[in-house]
C-alpha cells in the first residue's frame, strides 16, 4: 500500500528512474570519469618516465626506474574500487546486462589474482581492468542517451 508522499515521488519518475536513482548514476558516472583520468596518467607516466629511464645517462637512476614500474601499476590499481563500485552501481539499476558486468569484473578479477599468484606480475591482470573502465563509460553513455531520446519522444508526443 502506498502513501501520499510515496504517490507524489512515484509521480516525479524520469521514464521510470527516481531523481535518487538519477542522482546515483550520474555520481557513478563521474566517478567513472576520474577511474578513465586515472587509467590516462598511467599510460602517459608509462610513457614519460619509460623514455626519460631509456636514455643512456638516467640508466642507473632507480628512482626512474621505479617511477617508471610502479607508478602506473599504482594508478591503475586506484581504479579497481571505482570500477568495482560503478558494476554495484549499473548492476543495481540493470543499466547494463548482468552477465556482461560479471564477465568483464570477474575475468579482470580472475586474470589479476592469477598473474600475482603465477606470474608475480600483475601487469596483464591490471590492463583488464582499463577495459572495464571504458565499458562503463560506454554503459553510463548510452543510459543517458536513453533518456535524452525519450525526453525528446515526450515533447514531441505533448505538441
Not at 638516467?58 to 628512482?63: R, S, T
Not at 558494476?87 to 548482468?98: D, E, S, T
Not at 568483464?104 to 586474470?111: P, Q
Request: with cysteine.
Amino acid at each position: 500500500m502506498t502513501n501520499a508522499p510515496d504517490q507524489a515521488l512515484q509521480n516525479k519518475t524520469l521514464h521510470g528512474f527516481a531523481p535518487l536513482a538519477i542522482a546515483r548514476i550520474k555520481g557513478a558516472q563521474r566517478v567513472n570519469q576520474i577511474a578513465i583520468y586515472l587509467i590516462y596518467a598511467a599510460l602517459l607516466a608509462f610513457v614519460i618516465f619509460g623514455t626519460i629511464a631509456s636514455i643512456k645517462a638516467f640508466h642507473d637512476n632507480q628512482l626512474l626506474y621505479q617511477l617508471f614500474y610502479n607508478l602506473p601499476y599504482a594508478l591503475v590499481a586506484l581504479t579497481i574500487p571505482i570500477t568495482i563500485y560503478d558494476a554495484l552501481v549499473i548492476y543495481r539499476y540493470r543499466l547494463n546486462q548482468p552477465s556482461m558486468i560479471a564477465m568483464s569484473v570477474g575475468v579482470s578479477t580472475l586474470i589479476l589474482i592469477g598473474e600475482l599468484l603465477f606470474s608475480s606480475t600483475a601487469w596483464l591482470g591490471l590492463s583488464c581492468w582499463l577495459g572495464v573502465a571504458f565499458l562503463f563509460k560506454v554503459t553510463f553513455k548510452r543510459f543517458f542517451h536513453f533518456l535524452e531520446i525519450q525526453e525528446d519522444a515526450d515533447i514531441i508526443e505533448e505538441t
